[in-house]
């Protein structure tokens, strides 16, 4: 019996039945066609303050260095697209992930509840998760378990889906069936990069991390650079631009996972509320919201230069 092929059906069974959009396996190895560049891209000072990124390269690029004996990353996408929007349409603009519970609680109780799946059927499998919290590479181990590629705006890009989806993993010392890449699927449109605001994407395939309106207000602890002035596109917290312009983000459809529905408070906010928005009101509306990650300080900051900001 294909003990391998078993095993990885079973996961991606249990996948599905916990609400993942699709579920991929790729070899636990080392990142060869990664590691040039991002080794290049850390040189160039893309990442910006983010030092963090210059830390584990090694672990960033073998997962076997992350988690001794891994054998398999298992590669899974959850869904949380929403076709519902900001009440004041001048309202400083969150970005869409943020709708809802904070993605870090919620995946990671579905990936716990996947890992118990394989200890109960599957027998004493020693792996760890990972949701967005340790380097993992996680678009490159996507893209090599076939789950999409990854598109010149630097997102992983589904032809079915779209790319409004969460990514996580759970790497383990269990040998499976490994999944195939797919072909890239960009062709000439260079939507995203037209597009972008900021400018942060330099280049297909390439982006200036320092640039980007995602790291601006969120990772960037100090001042946002006067550069930016007028460039920000009213966003506060986060950016949906590039995958919002994608051409393969109208295959993208509503998630219906419970704790993703958008806050109706949140929602509601005019742009008056956000302007005079005080620190109660902010623990209140973002209780279990990613939001919480700029703090009120971050957040306050955010919104003071986009009120100059035009």
């Keep these: ?15 599905q039945k916990l609400g993942f959009l699709s579920c991929g396996i790729s070899k636990a190895d080392f990142l060869e066609d990664e590691a040039p560049r991002l080794e290049q891209w850390l040189n160039q000072g893309h990442n910006g303050s983010m030092t ?16 001794p004996g891994a054998k398999s990353v298992v590669s899974l996408l959850l869904n949380y ?23 870090h609680i919620v995946i990671k109780e579905k990936l716990k509840e996947l890992m118990g799946m394989i200890y109960r059927e599957i027998g004493e499998v020693n792996g760890r998760v990972f949701v967005d919290s340790a380097p993992v590479m996680d678009k490159a181990w996507a893209a090599k378990s076939g789950l999409g590629w990854v598109g ?4 992983l890009i589904s032809k079915k889906v779209g790319s409004f989806f969460f990514i996580a993993e759970l790497i383990v010392d269990l040998e499976l069936e490994y999944d195939l890449p797919v072909a890239d699927h960009c062709g000439s449109c260079t939507a995203c990069i037209d597009a972008c605001p900021t400018e942060a994407l330099i280049k297909p395939y390439q982006i200036d991390g320092s640039k980007c309106i995602s790291y601006l207000t969120i990772e960037l602890k100090d001042s946002i650079p006067n550069e930016f002035k007028g ?5 506060a917290f986060g950016c949906d631009v590039c995958q919002t312009v994608c051409p393969w983000n109208r295959f993208a459809t509503p998630n219906d996972e419970p704790a993703f ?24 509306v973002f209780k279990n919201s990613a939001v919480k990650r700029a703090k009120f300080k971050g957040l306050k900051r955010n919104l003071k230069f986009l009120s100059v900001d035009y």
């Design 1 to 15: 019996m294909n003990f391998k092929s078993e095993y990885s059906n079973k996961i991606k069974s249990e996948a």
């Design 52 to 67: 963090y990124m210059e830390r584990n390269f090694d672990k960033r690029l073998d997962p076997r260095i992350l988690v």
């Design 81 to 103: 697209h929403t076709d519902q929007k900001q009440n004041d349409p001048k309202a400083p603009k969150i970005s869409s992930y943020a709708f809802g519970t904070d993605y």
């Design 152 to 155: 010149k705006n630097t997102n």
């Design 231 to 235: 460039k920000m596109d009213n966003w």
């Design 261 to 284: 529905k958008p806050q109706s408070d949140l929602l509601s906010l005019s742009k008056k509320e956000w302007e005079e928005m005080t620190d109660s009101v902010f623990n209140t």
